[in-house]
Structure formats: structure tokens, C-alpha cells
């Protein structure tokens, strides 16, 4: 699992808010949602960062009692990859992105989908859905998904936090969240 406490981006400096990342080694999907500009990304790329840097044997700007496992990749789809001269449309650059990663991933890989249903029309979502449903139930590992879609979020996830300009609101289950939505 990874444990991660007051990680800090390093290219933030001193604006840094400070975020706890715990993903339990029996929690396949962590999940962040929240609106626009209230720090998703940015937890997800200090996750990101602190991982690449323990890898390296780097010391990693984090609270005492943190701790990461060895992955032996990072997996990623981040931004649109959409592109015109490539022939590709929102959907299909992420579906390129999701083969990827069900090629080249494995039991010891981090996954990280950053608004992969962003742009997607239902019946695009919910083969997303599905990619996503395969890729967690084929490696079961650890998947770190920033979105919006709530359909796709109860579907896919195991543990919910809601993050408001960089602070948990609310945190849990599916069924937890529909019980006490932030």
C-alpha cells in the first residue's frame, strides 16, 4: 500500500497544501473527486512525484511514518491526448492509453488516470468503465483515479475522498458517500 503523510509537491514550494495519500494493500481504487481547481491533479502528480523520487532513492518531502512499496512501473493517462494529425479522438487516445496499460502493467505497477471520462459521451464511459473494471480486476493493484463521473466513480471505486480546494470533505465507501454526500 502506500502511505503517504503532508506530502508536498516540489514544484509548489512553500503554496504546497500539504496531502495525505493512503491506498491499503487490499484497496484497488482510490478515487478523488471534487471541482474543478480544488486540487485533484495536484495530489495525484505529488503521488506521482513521491513514487519516482523513492525509486530513485531519493528522500521524499513527507511526514514521518510514510511509506511507499517498490513499483516496478508507473502507468499513466493524464490530459487529452486527442490530436488530429494521429487520427484521434478523445475516446480513442484514451482507449490507446488504457491498452497500454493493460499490456505493459503488471501486479506491481501503479496505475494513474487523471479525468479519463472527461469529454465522453455515455456509451463511451461505460466502456471505460468496463477498461477500467479489467485493468483493476487483472493486476489488482493499486489505481489512483481522478473524476467526475459519478456513475463511473460508484461502479469502479472501493474508497471515495472528496477533495475541496485540497482538503478531504468526505471520505469512504460507495455506499457511504451516497449515505453522507459532502
Request: proline letters at 4%; a negative charge.
Amino acid at each position: 500500500g502506500i502511505t503517504l503523510y503532508d506530502a508536498r509537491h516540489l514544484l509548489l514550494g512553500e503554496r504546497a497544501v500539504p496531502v495525505d495519500i493512503l491506498i491499503k494493500e487490499n484497496i484497488n481504487i482510490l478515487l478523488i473527486s471534487g471541482p474543478n481547481t480544488g486540487g485533484k491533479t495536484v495530489a495525484l502528480k505529488t503521488a506521482a512525484l513521491m513514487v519516482l523520487m523513492n525509486q530513485f532513492n531519493l528522500g521524499i518531502p513527507v511526514r514521518e511514518g510514510s511509506s511507499l512499496p517498490f513499483f516496478d512501473n508507473v502507468l499513466a493517462d493524464i490530459g487529452d491526448g486527442q490530436s488530429i494529425a494521429d487520427s484521434l479522438s478523445t475516446f480513442s487516445a484514451h482507449m490507446k492509453n488504457i491498452s497500454h496499460i493493460l499490456e505493459t502493467g503488471t501486479e506491481k505497477s501503479l496505475i494513474l488516470l487523471d479525468e479519463p471520462a472527461a469529454g465522453m459521451n455515455p456509451s463511451e464511459t461505460t466502456e471505460l468503465m468496463h477498461q477500467i473494471r479489467r485493468i483493476r480486476d487483472t493486476f489488482q493493484i493499486a489505481i489512483f483515479l481522478i473524476e467526475h463521473d459519478m456513475n463511473l466513480v460508484m461502479n469502479v471505486c472501493e474508497t471515495i475522498a472528496v477533495v475541496n480546494y485540497g482538503r478531504i470533505i468526505a471520505k469512504g465507501t460507495p455506499d457511504e458517500i451516497r449515505e453522507n454526500p459532502a
